[in-house]
């Protein structure tokens, strides 16, 4: 970060004028074209920078997360109860504004992928095929 911040000072420095003299005319093309691209050219290291280190995994990276949120539902605006995998044990947190409480734990479970609709889905696309039914007089 460091040789960053001398990079930055070092392009700043440069990009100002030489002389005395130059300092003291009134500004023209020249100098806010000098000045425009010294900032492209602090803005590009910038940017930069900031691949580099998303690059390396300076700026964190989710493959090294040690917890892992396996599902959540909403039990309210702002509650949900989510459960979260650590290690080989699963914990039930209760999360709402300003708090996260451990409910529950329990032993790490193989989670199976279901391509089936859920029951409710079922019950409420017949109830919807019903009240349609009975709208259109059929």
């Not at 019950?123 to 009240?131: G, Y």
């Amino acid at each position: 970060m460091i040789r960053f911040a001398s990079l930055i000072a070092l392009v700043l420095v440069t990009s100002l004028p030489l002389h005395a003299a130059e300092q003291a005319a009134p500004a023209s093309a020249g100098n806010l074209l000098q000045v425009l691209l010294g900032l492209v050219v602090v803005l590009a290291l910038m940017a930069g920078t900031a691949w580099i280190l998303k690059r390396m995994g300076v700026a964190g990276s989710g493959a090294n997360n040690v917890a892992k949120v396996i599902g959540g539902v909403s039990v309210g605006n702002r509650e949900r109860v989510v459960v979260v995998e650590v290690a080989d044990q699963w914990i039930v947190v209760g999360v709402a504004s300003g708090r996260v409480n451990a409910l529950s734990t329990m032993p790490r479970q193989e989670t199976i992928a279901t391509t089936e609709d859920t029951p409710g889905a079922k019950n409420f696309s017949a109830w919807l095929k019903q009240t349609i039914d009975k709208r259109n007089g059929n």
